[in-house]
């Protein structure tokens, strides 16, 4: 089972050391971009990313951005959009060269093997999907609104490009922890977040956010 902090606030190393895999990872940031999608999607939020904690390997984050700071731990590249990070390494970049705060959510109950297996096929699919352009991603965010053009075959299966939230959403729902009942491009990174209804499988349940301070040394 793995461990809790009991805190609200925790440091780096020991989010870091905390997390397992599907624990979420939150990030709001203050410049023009991120204000733009908190106020579209009337969330406190503006990235999600998830950990993905294997074996005998670093804690990793599963995540898509546009930045290419940081090798990606599959294809050994620097790369832009869907990425597989060291996920000490990714905080501290989206902290200290991004200005992005940092919240960690704990997923109560650990993955098991099947999971896992779902987990590395989704990264074998999705790793190295192009970002979308701003147009793209509030254009296919609204199509997964709006309720009248949801029959439309948007999934990240057969996506060009892939946003943050959808990546975690569609590596969640081939996981088996989220119910399915709504498209991967509904997602935003505030239903990450918990005052949100995440539509969560039965049985499934991620605990209240953590700050995650950064200190000297991170930034």
């Given amino acids: 089972m793995p461990r809790r902090t009991g805190r609200s606030v925790v440091d780096l190393d020991t989010a870091v050391d905390q997390s397992r ?7 709001r940031g203050e410049s023009a971009a991120d204000r733009a999608i908190q106020t579209l999607t009337n969330s406190p939020v503006n990235h999600v990313g998830m950990a993905v904690v294997l074996d005998d390997l670093p804690p990793l984050m599963w995540h898509a951005e546009l930045g290419h700071s940081l090798p990606d731990m599959w294809s050994g590249r620097h790369q832009r959009g869907v990425q ?3 996920l000490k ?7 200290s060269k991004y200005g992005q705060r ?16 779902a987990l590395l096929r ?3 699919r999705l790793d190295g999907t192009p970002f979308p352009s701003t147009a ?12 009248k053009l949801r029959g439309r075959d948007t999934d990240a299966a057969g996506l060009e490009s892939a946003y943050c939230a959808e990546v975690v959403a569609q590596t969640y729902e081939a996981m ?7 498209r991967t491009n509904w997602y ?12 969560l499988a039965p049985g499934v349940r991620l605990g209240d956010e953590v700050a995650v301070v950064l200190d000297a040394s991170d930034v």
């Fill in 21 to 27: 895999t599907g624990d979420i990872w939150i990030f």
């Fill in 84 to 86: 597989l990070h060291d």
């Fill in 89 to 95: 390494s990714a905080v501290r970049v989206w902290g």
């Fill in 102 to 117: 940092a919240w960690l959510r704990q997923l109560i109950k650990p993955i098991d093997e099947t999971q896992e297996d």
């Fill in 122 to 124: 989704t990264i074998a």
């Fill in 136 to 147: 793209k991603l509030f254009s296919r965010w609204f199509v997964g609104r709006a309720p």
């Fill in 176 to 182: 088996g922890l989220v119910t399915g009942r709504r």
């Fill in 188 to 199: 935003d990174p505030g239903k990450f977040w918990s005052g949100d209804r995440l539509p």
